[in-house]
């Protein structure tokens, strides 16, 4: 796909993380103009777009992407909308990038990236931390061997707080919190595929919501094709801030990434040695979050092939769905024995 420029990008979804990419189409992409804003919340879109000058806003989905003037559209609802969106907007002929998890059951996963391959349209999903300069850096040396052949990993999320459980699904520590670390270690293994995963998990941070299907605390193995063996934790109630790391050991040598410090400043005093830490995942992936939407319509523009695929996010949908079927059957499971259809 070629296009003119400024290419005209549709953002679909105005809360939280919707407005921030909002933000990036309108002011922080040379070449891109945000055409339009849809949610389906009474008003939404249209206070999203006044205060970003965009012109065009949509209580109906299905509009915006009917739209002619519009070449792709960047998808920001909430997780289990996504997969019926990436279909329904492939249909119409519009580039996508959507926002994790791209599907929460691999039948939806096939349905998105068969939708995309039959228009003829890139699909991106949006795993910011291959944009992250530390988790990229990493990536490329891995790659180049200057660590030997992987043999453990890790990988991290420490979310700040647990600030309204009642309104979070359930499985949603691994749908949608670890499905970052799954992918994560697929990014940093490159060309080994998991084969086997076991997970534990509780609800220790807020066990009275543990009824309702709320697991705040995982702990995840996965054993991969070329031998390595990785874990990936996450928790919903890190009080020092918003916490993402990972480490790679291999037969050379070893790396680590992730920081959460605001700055390099450590202050010394009466009460002791004190860092200011992040609590936001804006603040720690901000480059990050702006570089996958820079590459994804420079892709638009080019009729390159995305970085991040569908492929790779039914991967990391499938470590998920296993660590989710480990939790009910108390074992491991592999990965080919998904039977998610």
Same mark, same amino acid.
């Given at each position: 796909?070629?296009?003119?420029?400024?290419?005209?990008?549709?953002?679909?979804?105005?809360?939280?993380?919707?407005?921030?990419?909002?933000?990036?189409?309108?002011?922080?992409?040379?070449?891109?103009?945000?055409?339009?804003?849809?949610?389906?919340?009474?008003?939404?879109?249209?206070?999203?777009?006044?205060?970003?000058?965009?012109?065009?806003?949509?209580?109906?989905?299905?509009?915006?992407?009917?739209?002619?003037?519009?070449?792709?559209?960047?998808?920001?609802?909430?997780?289990?909308?996504?997969?019926?969106?990436?279909?329904?907007?492939?249909?119409?002929?519009?580039?996508?990038?959507?926002?994790? %998890?791209?599907?929460?059951?691999?039948?939806?996963?096939?349905?998105?990236?068969?939708?995309?391959?039959?228009?003829?349209?890139?699909?991106?999903?949006?795993?910011?931390?291959?944009?992250?300069?530390?988790?990229?850096?990493?990536?490329?040396?891995?790659?180049?061997?200057?660590?030997?052949?992987? =043999?453990?990993?890790?990988?991290?999320?420490?979310?700040?707080?647990?600030?309204?459980?009642?309104?979070?699904? %359930?499985?949603?520590?691994?749908?949608?919190?670890?499905?970052?670390?799954?992918?994560?270690?697929?990014?940093?293994?490159?060309?080994?595929?998991?084969?086997?995963?076991?997970?534990?998990?509780?609800?220790?941070?807020?066990?009275?919501?543990?009824?309702?299907?709320?697991?705040?605390?995982?702990?995840?193995?996965?054993?991969?094709?070329?031998?390595?063996?990785?874990?990936?934790?996450?928790?919903?109630?890190?009080?020092?801030?918003?916490?993402?790391?990972?480490?790679?050991?291999?037969?050379?040598?070893?790396?680590?990434?992730?920081?959460?410090?605001?700055?390099?400043?450590?202050?010394?005093? %009466?009460?002791?040695?004190?860092?200011?830490?992040?609590?936001?995942? =804006?603040?720690?992936?901000?480059?990050?979050?702006?570089?996958?939407?820079?590459?994804?319509?420079?892709?638009?523009?080019?009729?390159?092939?995305?970085?991040?695929?569908?492929?790779?996010?039914?991967?990391?949908?499938?470590?998920?769905?296993?660590?989710?079927?480990?939790?009910?059957?108390?074992?491991?499971?592999?990965?080919?024995?998904?039977?998610?259809?």
């Amino acid at each position: 796909m070629t296009t003119r420029h400024p290419l005209p990008v549709g953002l679909v979804g105005a809360g939280r993380m919707g407005s921030f990419h909002a933000e990036t189409l309108a002011r922080r992409l040379p070449g891109v103009r945000l055409a339009a804003i849809a949610d389906p919340a009474p008003g939404a879109a249209r206070r999203l777009g006044d205060r970003l000058g965009c012109p065009t806003a949509y209580t109906e989905i299905g509009e915006l992407f009917a739209d002619p003037g519009i070449e792709a559209v960047v998808i920001a609802t909430p997780a289990r909308t996504h997969a019926d969106l990436v279909e329904a907007a492939a249909r119409q002929g519009k580039a996508v990038y959507c926002e994790k %998890p791209m599907a929460i059951s691999l039948a939806e996963a096939d349905r998105a990236i068969e939708a995309a391959a039959d228009a003829g349209v890139p699909l991106q999903v949006g795993f910011n931390r291959r944009y992250d300069t530390g988790f990229r850096a990493a990536h490329d040396k891995i790659a180049a061997g200057t660590i030997g052949t992987p =043999q453990l990993l890790r990988s991290l999320t420490r979310d700040p707080e647990l600030a309204d459980p009642a309104r979070i699904p %359930p499985w949603t520590i691994f749908l949608e919190t670890l499905i970052h670390d799954f992918d994560t270690l697929r990014f940093l293994n490159p060309g080994a595929e998991p084969v086997e995963v076991f997970a534990m998990a509780d609800a220790l941070t807020r066990p009275d919501f543990k009824d309702r299907g709320l697991l705040d605390t995982a702990l995840v193995t996965i054993r991969f094709d070329n031998g390595a063996l990785a874990t990936a934790e996450a928790n919903f109630q890190a009080v020092y801030g918003y916490d993402v790391r990972g480490e790679v050991f291999g037969s050379a040598g070893m790396l680590t990434m992730g920081e959460l410090r605001r700055s390099h400043l450590t202050a010394y005093g %009466p009460d002791g040695i004190a860092a200011d830490c992040v609590g936001y995942d =804006q603040d720690l992936f901000h480059d990050a979050y702006v570089a996958e939407l820079a590459d994804f319509t420079d892709r638009v523009r080019t009729a390159g092939t995305p970085s991040v695929t569908g492929e790779d996010a039914r991967a990391a949908l499938s470590m998920a769905l296993a660590a989710i079927r480990s939790i009910t059957t108390g074992g491991p499971v592999r990965i080919d024995e998904l039977q998610d259809r």
